[in-house]
Nanobody
Framework: QVQLVESGGGLVQAGGSLRLSCAAF????????MRWYRQAPGKQRDLVAA???????NYEDSVKGRFTISRDNAKNTVYLQMNTMKPEDTAVYYC??????????WGKGTLVTVSS
């Protein structure tokens, strides 16, 4: 019952935009710190964006100024708005929370491919 489902990935041209969604089930996003990670083939999973319970945000340097993490409490969904996208943004994107809600595994993630 407690899980996160990512969606919104796809193919986008460099310089374009994409918005990822993370629908939460079994807990309230409004009360939770949330994070977006990404993993390129053959590489480790890295944190790219985070939002705290009170709305403060932090970003990995390479996406700062281009990506925005936010949440819609009514929809219980976290978003990652990605603008001015670059080929190096190509990865599978995952959302997660550091809170122990009983989420035992990563979701399937959503694949983002940026063409040049």
């Amino acid at each position: 019952q407690v899980q996160l489902v990512e969606s919104g990935g796809g193919l986008v041209q460099a310089g374009g935009s994409l918005r990822l969604s993370c629908a939460a089930f079994g807990f309230r996003v409004s009360n939770s710190p949330m994070r977006w990670y990404r993993q390129a083939p053959g590489k480790q999973r890295d944190l790219v964006a985070a939002i705290t319970s009170d709305g403060s945000t932090n970003y990995e340097d390479s996406v700062k100024g281009r990506f925005t993490i936010s949440r819609d409490n009514a929809k219980n969904t976290v978003y990652l708005q990605m603008n001015t996208m670059k080929p190096e943004d190509t990865a599978v994107y995952y959302c997660n929370t550091p809170r122990d809600y009983g989420i035992n595994s990563w979701g399937k993630g959503t694949l983002v491919t940026v063409s040049s």
